[in-house]
């Protein structure tokens, strides 16, 4: 069935630029047509379909008391927020980041609910991102070491009251997986929901958390099928100290040296990568994800991306389930990471139209979603539509709308969010679910079983204080 979109202005790429009065036909999922011409009507601009290419799909960790914190205390922390409800909590992250207007999401599943078994598990997130009706790429975050700090836990756990103890190992110890027995479960999840829109692929959570033959087997099975890797990279002073300790002769060199670097591979954060290491990361094909928000939420510092850019590093845009407002609004996130690295004086690193370009492209292809992001006839069908009356609020003078965008733009101003040549998203309504009744549910869930996890809460003050200790004994990251 045929649809057709009228836009005043509609971006067509960095190098075409905005074309007016235009009319974008598709169907089938696919762009037919795109011409100039388009009778007066209300006015709109149209846009490729924004990508958030890290994220977690879990619930907003500052209302369970994960804020304020390093990366290495509110990970435990957030441990109150593990799903209750494996569907809804994806449907309810899903939403909101189809809601902000993206057409894909990375899902790097950090912390399954421990209710059904992972494949099950896996098919829940699958159903929801069917019924949202957005693309995602999925991975379960696996890792094998190190599962309260970077190296020997005794110092911590000895600490705590026995009461205590137990309560925090029975939440973050357990016997791990083996390297065989991730990559078998990895093949599992993508026979039982890999598709034209889930891109299955394999998640170490970070070389910190990942022994060497965990993190050799990942890049054996990647080379051998094809598959993506998505892993967190030197995002805080801590893991960086940590990775100088383990790898002196570089652990961006020893991810080359077995074959892990490659143009299949994610990196998110990389905030404390060195030149050398941005370089090898360019020069694989691999990209960066840069999470700004998140990265100031916790504190973890600012992240090299116009250097990583200038070497020719591809980088895109996550939002981590921590953008600024905890709203999953990539649109104001790409606008702060452009603020951020986009040149210094009269010198630019790219122009708006370039970095949103750039940042659409490569989010695509961290995500496996097809094509370049770029609207043309015979691409995917997934595009926005934005109120240019509200972006362009005053209509004084003529002004670019990429400029206007990325000077006051935010989800607010979405209108229409078509994915695959579906409208998932209406006037800020998702249509395939009911957010408001999907958080209003999974609110009432948490509440009532808030009594279950008193223990982690007493237990939180000393383990706090005990984690601070070990981190500031065990690294001098001055």
Not at 56 to 60: E, N
Not at 216 to 237: D, K
Not at 416 to 437: F, H, Q
């Given at each position: ?28 999922g ?25 994220d ?5 960790a ?9 990366l290495?205390?509110w ?34 599943y ?48 000895s ?10 190992e ?26 034209p ?17 965990l ?28 990775a ?6 570089g ?10 670097l ?29 999470n ?15 250097a ?47 970095f ?47 400029d ?11 209108k ?26 999974l ?36």
């Open positions: 069935m045929a649809n057709e979109v009228t836009a005043s202005c509609l971006f067509a790429g960095a190098d075409r630029g905005i074309l007016g009065d235009a009319v974008l036909r598709h169907e089938n696919i762009i037919t047509s795109i011409n100039q011409g388009a009778p007066a009507g209300p006015r709109s601009f149209v846009l490729p379909a924004f990508v958030n290419a890290h977690h799909a879990r619930p907003t500052s209302s369970f008391g994960a804020l304020g914190m390093p290495e205390s990970l435990l922390r957030s441990a109150l927020g593990t799903p209750v409800d494996p569907y809804l909590t994806a449907a309810s992250a899903l939403a909101r980041s189809a809601r902000a207007g993206c057409a894909a999401m990375m899902v790097h950090t912390r399954p609910s421990g209710t059904m078994p992972l494949v099950e598990e896996a098919q829940q997130i699958a159903r929801a991102a069917s019924d949202v009706g957005i693309r995602i790429a999925f991975a379960i975050a696996v890792r094998d070491q190190n599962p309260v700090v970077y190296g020997d836990a005794e110092p911590v756990l600490s705590l009251p026995s009461d205590d103890r137990k309560t925090i029975e939440l973050f110890v357990r016997a791990p997986m083996s390297p065989k027995a991730y990559i078998e479960l990895t093949d599992a999840i993508a026979a039982a929901i890999a598709g829109k889930i891109d299955v692929q394999l998640g170490p959570a970070g070389v910190q958390w990942c022994s060497r033959p993190l050799e087997a990942v890049a054996e099975n990647s080379a051998l099928t094809g598959r993506r890797i998505h892993m967190h990279l030197l995002e805080t002073i801590y893991q960086r100290a940590w100088d300790q383990h790898f002196p002769d652990i961006v060199s020893y991810l080359r040296d077995i074959g892990f490659s143009e299949r591979l994610t990196l998110a954060h990389c905030i404390h990568a060195r030149p050398d290491e941005l370089e090898m990361i360019a020069a694989s094909g691999a990209r960066i994800v840069t700004f928000s998140s990265n100031m939420h916790l504190r973890s510092g600012l992240a090299p991306i116009a990583a850019h200038r070497c020719g590093c591809a980088v895109t845009v996550g939002v981590d389930g921590l953008a600024l407002d905890e709203d999953d609004d990539v649109l104001r996130e790409m606008r702060l990471v452009q603020m951020m690295h986009g040149g210094l004086g009269f010198k630019r690193t790219w122009t708006p139209a370039e949103f370009a750039l940042a659409i492209r490569n989010g695509r292809h961290a995500t496996g979603a097809p094509g370049s992001g770029v609207l043309k006839p015979g691409a995917p069908a997934d595009f926005v539509t934005l109120d240019l009356d509200r972006l362009d609020r005053d209509q004084i003078l003529s002004v670019h709308p990429l206007l965008l990325f000077a006051r733009g935010n989800a607010s101003l979405l229409d969010v078509v994915v695959d040549g579906r409208t998932i998203v209406s006037e800020g309504r998702v249509a395939g679910v009911d957010l408001p009744a999907i958080e209003q549910e609110r009432a869930i948490y509440r009532s079983s808030a009594a279950k996890v008193s223990h982690f809460q007493r237990a939180w003050q000393p383990l706090s204080a005990s984690l601070e200790n070990w981190f500031e004994a065990q690294f001098d990251c001055r």
